[in-house]
């Protein structure tokens, strides 16, 4: 069973795709991520990172960071439930996760994030004071040509566990400009320092 309806993607790439470093960068700014928990060599965000070999599902993420800490996941698309499963366990045992997956409430890993996560977090299209409607669907990294590319079939939206107890799930909503510009800046004064 696959979470993937309609992708043209090639299948040994649809589980390659590398999260916008500009995207990454603004949400570290907010939870200081101290490890990428899907990653590999070429598309890690974090200096620590778990890679397929090492399998996430079941190496315990405490082991990569201080408690409390957040970790940072891009899963694999083609099957997000057990990443799902795998962050509200984690939450356990004080360990955060924000999660980046497909604006896709119809399925059933979103129940289960639902009922574990304290926020769900959608990232919304912007309008610049022209009026015009800016996409805020994400153009991820491929992981062929480094470039990024268009032709994301669905929203996106951040589920968050903090390494806190949770009182409820929230909603809430952040345009994807907002978060690429600001993540920008910071890329461009670390490259500056």
């Not at 980046?100 to 059933?108: F, K």
């Not at 491929?142 to 470039?147: E, F, K, L, S, Y």
């Not at 390494?163 to 510009?181: G, I, K």
Request: net charge neutral; proline share 7%.
């Amino acid at each position: 069973m696959t979470d993937y309806t309609g992708s043209n993607t090639p299948a040994d790439q649809r589980d390659s795709w590398r999260t916008p470093p500009e995207l990454f960068s603004a949400l570290d700014a907010e939870f200081c991520f101290q490890l990428d928990a899907a990653a590999s060599v070429e598309n890690t965000l974090c200096r620590r990172y778990i890679t397929a070999e090492q399998n996430t599902l079941v190496t315990p993420w405490r082991d990569y960071i201080t408690i409390p800490g957040h970790v940072w996941l891009n899963p694999p698309y083609s099957n997000i439930a057990p990443f799902v499963a795998k962050a509200a366990a984690e939450k356990l045992t004080g360990v955060g996760c924000v999660m980046l997956l497909p604006a896709d409430t119809s399925v059933g890993w979103y129940r289960q994030a639902l009922d574990t996560a304290s926020e769900i977090r959608f990232i919304t299209a912007s309008v610049d004071d022209s009026g015009r409607v800016n996409s805020g669907r994400i153009k991820f990294v491929n992981p062929v040509t480094g470039a990024p590319q268009g032709g994301n079939n669905k929203g996106s939206m951040l589920v968050i566990w903090p390494p806190w107890p949770r009182a409820v799930c929230q909603y809430s909503s952040v345009e994807l400009d907002s978060l690429m510009q600001y993540g920008a800046r910071r890329i461009a004064r670390r490259e500056a320092a």
